[in-house]
Antibody, heavy 120, light 107 residues
Framework: QVQLVESGGGVVQPGGSLRLSCAAS???????LHWVRQAPGKGLEWVAV????????YNADSVKGRFTTSRDNSKNTLYLQMNNVRPEDTAVYYC??????????????WGQGTLVTVSS | DIQMTQSPSSLSASVGDRVTITCRAS??????LAWFQQKPGKAPKSLIY???NLQSGVPSRFSGSGSGTHFTLTISSLQPEDFATYYC?????????FGGGTQVEIK
């Protein structure tokens, strides 16, 4: 079955860096993938999408210039490099699969999430 | 950016009740609308895509309708496992945006 497993979360100081990973299994790693986050007690916020080959990436304005999404198709793994983090980046970060190869944005499977806390 | 407005933000209902949640988009999105269910401490689960298509394995008591700017999620007969928070999400254009959520509580 489709599985997405995030890792790499933790506590990081403001201005620091962190790299999240999302390991995929149970499906051909040819789908676009997204990052979505959820601040404690808040709603869902889309962060970024990467096409199946990594040639197209879109980011939310809130993370542009600070977060970088990439993927290693040989390892079936998605990454989110978070630089210059801010307290407002504190959230559970989910990876999610796009049901369509043209990264239409219909999210069908989600990982369990990894918590990032930005605090001094 | 397309704003998604859900109503109500919360509701109380009893097992067996019919429940309807509304989602409005700030501009037309055709049928590029999804619904998710989220339980505390868990990841969102996809229920409906393309406004009215049920994801595989989702009970038939869930249904979705609408197009353009007005959408609804209906639970025909609320079950104990349906108490959760529900989100709509548009994928008509980037950035993808979500509604604020509707918390369905036990009356």
């Amino acid at each position: 079955q489709v599985q997405l497993v995030e890792s790499g979360g933790g506590v990081v100081q403001p201005g620091g860096s962190l790299r999240l990973s999302c390991a995929a299994s149970g499906f051909a790693f040819t789908y676009p993938l997204h990052w979505v986050r959820q601040a404690p007690g808040k709603g869902l916020e889309w962060v970024a999408v990467i096409s199946f080959d990594g040639s197209n990436i879109y980011n939310a304005d809130s993370v542009k210039g600070r977060f970088t999404t990439s993927r290693d198709n040989s390892k079936n793994t998605l990454y989110l490099q978070m630089n210059n983090v801010r307290p407002e980046d504190t959230a559970v970060y989910y990876c999610a699969r796009d049901a369509y190869h043209d990264y239409r944005g219909a999210l069908d499977y989600w990982g369990q999430g990894t918590l990032v806390t930005v605090s001094s | 950016d397309i704003q998604m407005t859900q109503s109500p933000s919360s509701l109380s209902a009893s097992v067996g009740d019919r429940v309807t949640i509304t989602c409005r988009a700030s501009q037309g999105i055709s049928n590029f609308l999804a619904w998710f269910q989220q339980k505390p401490g868990k990841a969102p689960k996809s229920l409906i895509y393309a406004a009215s298509n049920l994801q595989s394995g989702v009970p038939s008591r869930f249904s979705g309708s609408g197009s353009g700017t007005h959408f609804t999620l209906t639970i025909s007969s609320l079950q104990p496992e349906d108490f959760a928070t529900y989100y709509c999400q548009q994928y008509g254009s980037y950035p993808l945006t979500f509604g604020g959520g509707t918390q369905v509580e036990i009356k």
